[in-house]
């Protein structure tokens, strides 16, 4: 898994390549780590292939922390991601947009 950030003032995108499993969410975990200071934070995952449960407790504790402070947003999910996001229950707790 690759991950990509981009940062312009209280905004910050990240952007998600690859596989995101019990092996590399922690990477994404650290990535996420420090969120003092965003207000918009965008997970672009056009380049996500796969999302275990590990990866849904990343972007479920993201949100947890944007909801005290501002925004989260999905963007880009594949139809497979999308497909995992909806048997999961997930695209009730997150913002996603088409």
């Known amino acids: 898994m690759t991950v990509k950030k981009e940062g312009n003032g209280n905004s910050l995108t990240v952007y998600i390549e690859g596989k995101l499993d019990v092996l590399t969410s922690p ?3 650290k990535e996420l780590g420090d969120l003092k ?3 918009n934070l965008v997970l672009d ?3 996500l292939l796969y999302t275990s449960s590990a990866g849904l407790r990343v ?3 993201a ?5 005290d402070q501002g925004d989260m947003v999905i963007r880009n999910a594949n139809e497979d ?3 995992i996001f909806k048997e999961t229950g997930f695209n009730k707790l997150l913002d996603i947009e088409d």
């Open 27 to 29: 990477q994404l975990e």
């Open 37 to 39: 200071g965003i207000e």
């Open 45 to 47: 995952l056009k380049e």
């Open 59 to 61: 972007f479920l504790n």
């Open 63 to 67: 949100q947890k922390i944007m909801d």
């Open 81 to 83: 991601v999308m497909d």
